[in-house]
């Protein structure tokens, strides 16, 4: 299989975590699914992921000291693999893992997806179980020094014990014939031990294994820019930030970040901004806010993210989406950015503004985004040559946004834009 055919655009969807935390149930994520179904699926939003620890059935009973409950009650089956936690997703019972929620999400035209932490239970390896596959067990594949500093759950694997690339080729067999389309593998993508550039192949090799094509997202980020070859060779996504949130420092610092990975952004393989902190969030973590973004924010987090390329993934709840957000995230002139553009690149970057172009795929036009990252109401003003555009012929110039058009006769583009704010301008021939 080839995996760059796996998501020929980038992927877009809802996860869980930035609203539900590690206490997400099957009747909330149903209801999700339902409203995406509904509302987004045919702009393009099309996978359902469920974030960290649904294999937990003690999630958040401790949140007030722990985020991960040290050593807590687990689902998990004679072989050493993680299943749901049945008292918050009963249709898992009687042996059926995510099998029943899986069909019911691909019933109403999407995907599914799960996260997954590197390696192997620990309680498996304390425990020496069986794995499926290989006689060897949990605690010979299992290397106790390669453990996650923010989560108790796993030990890294032994990439060079007899029986490692077994084990993970069993959980991907699971997860096939669960119907999972897409895994979100924690602790392995900024290579905090020495084994997850090894664990990253592994994982790669047990998707190939399966016959399932399953969409490959490595977290926590910052990715490492001197392993991008790899990133690319093995994965779909990779996260260039380590979570994201609705924080104005966080969002002006993507700007360097995207800099530094627009060359790597190609077909099946994407820098990952993070997911999008839109609506209400929070309420895991014990405070149900609405994002504390403004709109001239929300506005330039959505064009950087769509020019650049990121995957969209939604950490909002669904359900209670207003107009304003829901407007944002159903513009198809916008979101066309993510399937029929190549190229991007910023051009221009200093302390009060940003400007990036992009050139559509199937059409005869360009991208232009201007980004004011000021605090004051500027005129952000660039000169065609800057661009690279040439702007004799240019029929329209649209702002996709405002729905705004405006003149071409001049040797330079300018406008004026909020603070924090950005306008997205097509260029049509």
């Given at each position: 299989m080839d995996k760059n055919k796996f998501s020929p655009a980038p992927p877009m969807g809802w996860n869980s975590y930035d609203y539900y935390d590690t206490m997400v149930n099957e009747e909330?994520?149903?209801?999700?699914?339902?409203?995406?179904?509904?509302?987004?699926?045919?702009?393009?939003?099309?996978y359902v992921v469920i974030d960290i620890e649904w294999y937990s059935c003690e999630a958040g009973s401790q949140r007030d000291k722990y985020q991960y409950l040290p050593f807590g009650s687990l689902e998990i089956d004679e072989y050493?693999?993680?299943?749901?936690?049945?008292?918050?997703?009963?249709?898992?019972?009687?042996?059926?893992?995510?099998?029943?929620?899986?069909?019911?999400?691909?019933?109403?035209?999407?995907?599914?997806?799960?996260?997954?932490?590197?390696?192997?239970?620990?309680?498996?390896?304390?425990?020496?179980?069986?794995?499926?596959?290989?006689?060897?067990?949990?605690?010979?594949?299992?290397?106790?020094?390669?453990?996650?500093?923010?989560?108790?759950?796993?030990?890294?694997?032994?990439?060079?014990?007899?029986?490692?690339?077994?084990?993970?080729?069993s959980i991907f067999e699971l997860y096939a014939a669960w119907g999972v389309d897409f895994i979100k593998c924690d602790d392995i993508c900024r290579h905090d031990m020495k084994s997850a550039e090894a664990e990253t192949q592994m994982l790669y090799k047990a998707i190939q294994r399966s016959g399932r094509p399953m969409v490959l997202s490595l977290?926590?980020?910052?990715?490492?820019?001197?392993?991008?070859?790899?990133?690319?060779?093995?994965?779909?996504?990779?996260?260039?930030?380590?979570?994201?949130?609705?924080?104005?420092?966080?969002?002006?610092?993507?700007?360097?970040?995207?800099?530094?990975?627009q060359n790597h952004v190609s077909g099946g393989c994407y820098p990952d901004c993070?997911?999008?902190?839109?609506?209400?969030?929070?309420?895991?973590?014990?405070?149900?806010?609405?994002?504390?973004?403004?709109?001239?924010?929300?506005?330039?987090?959505?064009?950087?993210?769509?020019?650049?390329?990121?995957?969209?993934?939604?950490?909002?709840?669904?359900?209670?989406?207003?107009?304003?957000?829901?407007?944002?995230?159903?513009?198809?002139?916008?979101?066309?950015?993510?399937?029929?553009?190549a190229g991007a690149r910023?051009?221009?970057?200093?302390?009060?503004?940003?400007?990036?172009?992009?050139?559509?795929?199937s059409e005869d036009a360009y991208y232009l985004a201007l980004f004011n990252l000021s605090d004051d109401v500027r005129i952000i003003k660039t000169a065609w040559e800057e661009t690279g555009i040439i702007p004799a012929g240019i029929s329209t110039l649209e702002e996709l946004w405002s729905k705004e058009t405006q003149k071409t006769d001049l040797d330079y583009i300018e406008t004026e834009i909020k603070p924090h704010g950005a306008k997205l301008f097509k260029l049509r021939y």
């Open positions: 909330q994520v149903r209801a999700n699914a339902d409203y995406m179904a509904g509302h987004l699926k045919s702009f393009g939003w099309e050493a693999r993680l299943l749901p936690c049945k008292k918050r997703f009963p249709s898992s019972a009687d042996g059926n893992g995510f099998k029943p929620l899986a069909d019911y999400i691909h019933g109403l035209g999407l995907k599914f997806g799960i996260h997954i932490m590197r390696g192997i239970p620990r309680i498996a390896a304390h425990n020496h179980m069986g794995l499926y596959g290989t006689d060897a067990t949990a605690a010979e594949i299992a290397d106790p020094s390669s453990i996650c500093f923010w989560n108790p759950d796993m030990y890294g694997l032994d990439v060079n014990a007899k029986g490692a690339q077994e084990y993970y080729n977290s926590p980020g910052p990715a490492l820019i001197n392993k991008a070859w790899h990133y690319e060779k093995y994965a779909n996504m990779w996260r260039i930030t380590d979570d994201f949130w609705d924080s104005w420092p966080l969002l002006l610092n993507m700007f360097e970040r995207c800099e530094i990975w993070d997911m999008l902190p839109l609506g209400y969030i929070g309420k895991g973590f014990g405070e149900e806010r609405y994002t504390r973004f403004t709109k001239e924010e929300q506005i330039t987090m959505m064009t950087l993210w769509c020019i650049f390329r990121s995957p969209l993934m939604l950490g909002a709840e669904l359900t209670k989406l207003d107009s304003w957000t829901l407007s944002l995230l159903t513009n198809k002139q916008v979101l066309r950015l993510l399937d029929h553009s910023q051009v221009i970057r200093d302390n009060h503004q940003a400007v990036w172009v992009s050139k559509d795929t």
